[in-house]
């Protein structure tokens, strides 16, 4: 694989504050067709065939002999923008979910719905997050960039607030580790090495007592592979990498990661770069 520039954080936070925090913003300009109701629906029933017994209704997920759990069911949303995939995927799903977001635009977003949420002062333009006005489930608001954050110890990143279902000790949620770690449209601003060492960190944040099931989900755009091998795209304008199926196989190896499960979304828009799921452990 021929060398490609390496992504500057600081150029990829540059580029992504000059976009709205709205979802036109964060998906390119795509938030007001189907394409937010098809790709998260696409995240949900990922999810569901990895962990049935995360399904909250009937149906041919959920296990027949399923049990509750015994304990909150925790999930990690990285480089989440303004929580679009915490409100629409997984606040659907599990109990409690930390959110982590370098931006200072669209963290702060993220913010103020999960507050509106809480209070009941959401929009149409804006509804509510599942489970925050009555308490039942919890949101974690964090910003700091991915090259520095680790799952288990978060002390590097800015906490700005929870919002939602309260623990006796918050504290005692540090250090425990996580069911899901959704990392998605996100990753292309790490190098390989920062990449790496991301997913190695993550791997360990793995809740110890679930590790058969706790998993990472990788969402990102692929490009096709070059005569057989792995292949990047670097993009000056947000500086990122758009990496291809084979390339990210490599990462996942080299980050000491078992392949689970993969999928490509269906359903998006035409001349876009496809986008592909994997399940990790």
Known sequence: MAPVAVPDVEDGIEYWNTQPANLDGV???????SLPRIESLGSRLFLLNLFPELS???????PLNSTSSSHRIRALDVGAGIGRVTADTLLHLVDDVVLLEPVDGFVQEAL???QDSATGTSTV???????LADKSKSV????GTLQEFDPLNPHRAKFLDR??????????????????IWCQWCLGHLSDDDLVAFLRRCQAALRVTKKGRSLIVVKENVCSDLNGSPDTVFDEQD???TRSDLAW????????????????????PEGLYAVKMYALR
Request: net charge positive; hydrophobic share 35%; aromatic share 8%.
């Open 239 to 241: 500086s990122s990498l």
């Open 56 to 62: 909250t209704v009937p149906s041919a997920f959920k």
């Open 112 to 114: 103020s719905r999960a």
């Open 125 to 131: 333009d804006r509804p509510a997050w599942n489970g």
């Open 249 to 268: 196989k490599k990462i996942f190896h080299d980050a000491g990661l078992k392949l689970a499960r993969e999928q490509v979304q269906k359903g998006l």
């Open 140 to 143: 974690t608001i964090l910003q």
């Open 163 to 180: 919002v939602g279902y309260q623990p006796p000790r918050p504290q005692d949620d540090i250090g425990i580790g996580f069911d899901v």
């Open 27 to 33: 998906l390119g300009g795509f938030g007001s067709g």
